[in-house]
């Protein structure tokens, strides 16, 4: 009885949280299977907990404990970047201790974080002495019980993402709809449901890309680390947007999958050209769900007309796991942090500057037809006091490090000006920055696609989405390469 009772507790006081915490938008669903959804992921949530003490109280409040957590931190996100929290989320925690500096979050050292971890173990260990365990006398049954519960639960996972119950719940959710799912029942549910349904999903396998004759002998395409027109910030105007809208021949905003963050999105719609709706639920984090594993990626694309394909970034390989992804995707070369260790450093990443040198510097070596993709890393958030010297407002330091930006597009179009060459240049996302909350232009960025050494129309603004980008560089990469058409003088 000791465990019911318990059970209800946290049932009714994980409910009160997200409905007084404001988990969701919109109110409880009422209808009986959303209710049960709900209220059978608080019950797993406990199960789970009870698994390490076997005391149903001590399970009951941190089930209790997550549920409050999970709200919190979800508020939190949507305020920074608009969107609560997703399972894929969690794959990311692996990062945090590795890379601290990319993230808000004091170091584990801190006291604001060091304490309550400390006063957390502190009274687990004091409620293990006070709390009977539930375990059954003698040793045997106690230790079939304690491996018999985990064992069932994940039985019970394994069963959801095959077989009949893997169908009820891709009937349940056919697709993402994170707003709308965290509303019917409840974030914890949600983030169960979508963790479950994104392994099961099968997705259709583009087929690989046919090889034809290269285009362009130099494809450069950089990804701009939080790059938006600093005008649109109230900043002062840079010269390098000057240069794009006299000297692109196409330009204009790009619609990306997140606003402040979510880099992946954004470079797997490029490089891909698959449109977010395409990806299931591996949309959160298309690195997650496929690896890389993309036939018909740009690089492939490239590979297969006999080009030579680098990656160029200039932070550790091992941060969302990029040089494994990037290799996968079809990457010959990959030049990372290792290989800036001697490039000077503005605040605490390596120049845009220097990066365009040693872009230039890899064009200039090359032995064939060459596709160059990289990324920038030195405007690249949080924008913290102490990072510059003489600048702690956040907004400063961000428009001196994009107006390196500026200076890096600058000497790129001067250096690739004497090349029969394509330079592509595009925002990753927005910056999560206060003065440039969730909603501000919808999400868009600012992209430039330069040709040189060949006739070309323009400039013209044809405002596009990052996967409708990744498609129109498809064309650079052979012969017949035609313009693009576009319905209207803004859209593609």
Same mark, same amino acid.
């Given at each position: 009885?000791?465990?019911?009772?318990?059970?209800?507790?946290?049932?009714?006081?994980?409910?009160?949280?997200?409905?007084?915490?404001?988990?969701?938008? #919109?109110?409880?669903?009422?209808?009986?299977?959303?209710?049960?959804?709900?209220?059978?992921? =608080?019950?797993?949530?406990?199960?789970?907990?009870?698994?390490?003490?076997?005391?149903?109280?001590?399970?009951?409040?941190?089930?209790?404990?997550?549920?409050?957590?999970?709200?919190?931190?979800?508020? @939190?996100?949507?305020?920074?970047?608009?969107?609560?929290?997703?399972?894929?989320?969690? @794959?990311?925690?692996?990062?945090?201790?590795?890379?601290?500096?990319? =993230?808000?979050? $004091?170091?584990?050292?801190?006291?604001?974080?060091?304490? $309550?971890?400390?006063?957390?173990?502190?009274?687990? #260990?004091?409620?293990?002495?006070?709390?009977?365990?539930?375990?059954?006398?003698?040793?045997?049954?106690?230790?079939?019980?304690?491996?018999?519960?985990?064992?069932?639960?994940?039985?019970? @996972?394994?069963?959801?993402?095959?077989?009949?119950? +893997?169908?009820?719940?891709?009937?349940?959710?056919?697709?993402?709809?994170?707003?709308?799912?965290?509303?019917?029942?409840?974030?914890?549910?949600?983030?169960?449901?979508?963790?479950?349904?994104?392994?099961?999903?099968? #997705?259709? #396998?583009?087929?690989?890309?046919?090889?034809?004759?290269?285009?362009?002998?130099?494809?450069?395409?950089?990804?701009?680390?939080?790059?938006?027109?600093?005008?649109?910030?109230?900043?002062?105007?840079?010269?390098?947007?000057?240069?794009?809208?006299?000297?692109?021949?196409? =330009?204009?905003?790009?619609?990306?999958?997140?606003?402040?963050?979510?880099?992946?999105?954004?470079?797997? @719609?490029?490089?891909?050209?698959?449109?977010?709706?395409?990806?299931?639920?591996?949309?959160?984090?298309?690195?997650?769900?496929?690896?890389?594993?993309?036939?018909?990626?740009?690089?492939?694309?490239?590979?297969?007309?006999?080009?030579?394909?680098?990656?160029?970034?200039? %932070?550790?390989?091992?941060?969302?796991?990029?040089?494994?992804?990037?290799?996968? %995707?079809?990457?010959?070369?990959?030049?990372?942090?290792?290989?800036?260790?001697?490039? $000077?450093?503005?605040?605490?990443?390596?120049?845009?500057?220097?990066?365009?040198?040693?872009?230039?510097?890899?064009?200039?070596?090359?032995?064939?037809?060459?596709?160059?993709?990289?990324?920038?890393?030195?405007?690249?958030?949080?924008?913290?006091?102490?990072?510059?010297?003489?600048?702690?407002?956040?907004? +400063?330091?961000?428009?001196?490090?994009?107006?390196?930006?500026?200076?890096?597009?600058?000497?790129?179009?001067?250096?690739?000006?004497?090349?029969?060459?394509?330079?592509?240049?595009?925002?990753?996302?927005?910056?999560?920055?206060?003065?440039?909350?969730?909603?501000?232009?919808?999400?868009?960025?600012? =992209?430039?696609?330069?040709?040189?050494?060949?006739?070309?129309?323009?400039?013209?603004?044809?405002?596009?989405?990052?996967?409708?980008?990744?498609?129109?560089?498809?064309?650079?990469?052979?012969?017949?390469?035609?313009?693009?058409?576009?319905?209207?003088?803004?859209? +593609?």
């Amino acid at each position: 009885m000791s465990f019911l009772a318990a059970l209800v507790c946290a049932l009714a006081l994980a409910a009160a949280i997200e409905a007084w915490g404001g988990a969701a938008r #919109a109110p409880f669903s009422r209808r009986p299977g959303d209710v049960a959804l709900r209220f059978g992921a =608080y019950a797993l949530l406990t199960l789970f907990w009870f698994c390490f003490s076997w005391r149903p109280w001590l399970a009951a409040n941190s089930t209790v404990t997550t549920v409050a957590a999970l709200v919190l931190i979800s508020r @939190a996100k949507r305020g920074v970047i608009g969107e609560p929290l997703v399972f894929s989320d969690f @794959a990311l925690l692996p990062q945090v201790p590795r890379h601290p500096q990319l =993230y808000y979050i $004091p170091p584990v050292t801190s006291p604001r974080v060091a304490g $309550p971890v400390l006063a957390a173990v502190a009274g687990i #260990a004091l409620w293990y002495g006070l709390e009977p365990s539930l375990l059954p006398a003698g040793a045997a049954r106690s230790l079939a019980a304690i491996l018999a519960l985990p064992l069932g639960l994940a039985a019970l @996972a394994a069963a959801a993402m095959r077989g009949p119950l +893997a169908r009820a719940l891709a009937r349940r959710f056919p697709r993402p709809d994170l707003e709308a799912d965290i509303a019917r029942i409840g974030l914890p549910a949600t983030l169960i449901a979508y963790a479950l349904r994104r392994p099961a999903e099968t #997705a259709p #396998a583009a087929p690989p890309a046919e090889p034809a004759l290269p285009g362009d002998p130099v494809v450069v395409v950089i990804q701009l680390e939080s790059f938006i027109d600093p005008e649109r910030l109230g900043g002062p105007p840079l010269p390098a947007m000057d240069l794009i809208r006299s000297r692109a021949a196409e =330009y204009g905003r790009l619609r990306v999958p997140a606003h402040g963050a979510y880099t992946m999105r954004s470079e797997h @719609a490029v490089l891909t050209g698959a449109s977010p709706d395409a990806l299931g639920f591996g949309l959160y984090d298309p690195y997650l769900a496929r690896g890389g594993d993309e036939p018909a990626s740009l690089p492939r694309r490239a590979a297969a007309n006999g080009y030579e394909t680098l990656f160029v970034h200039p %932070f550790h390989r091992d941060f969302f796991q990029r040089a494994r992804v990037m290799e996968r %995707f079809g990457f010959d070369r990959l030049v990372m942090g290792e290989d800036f260790a001697d490039a $000077p450093r503005i605040g605490p990443y390596v120049g845009d500057v220097a990066l365009g040198e040693r872009v230039l510097a890899e064009v200039r070596a090359r032995r064939g037809p060459l596709f160059l993709f990289s990324v920038t890393m030195e405007n690249h958030g949080p924008w913290k006091p102490g990072r510059l010297p003489g600048l702690d407002d956040p907004l +400063a330091q961000y428009l001196h490090h994009v107006a390196n930006t500026g200076r890096m597009i600058e000497a790129l179009v001067a250096g690739l000006a004497g090349e029969r060459a394509t330079l592509c240049v595009f925002g990753d996302h927005a910056p999560a920055l206060p003065t440039c909350r969730p909603g501000f232009g919808e999400t868009s960025t600012d =992209y430039a696609l330069f040709r040189f050494g060949a006739p070309a129309a323009g400039p013209r603004r044809i405002d596009r989405t990052a996967d409708a980008l990744g498609r129109r560089l498809r064309a650079t990469l052979h012969a017949d390469m035609t313009p693009p058409v576009a319905s209207s003088p803004t859209q +593609a």
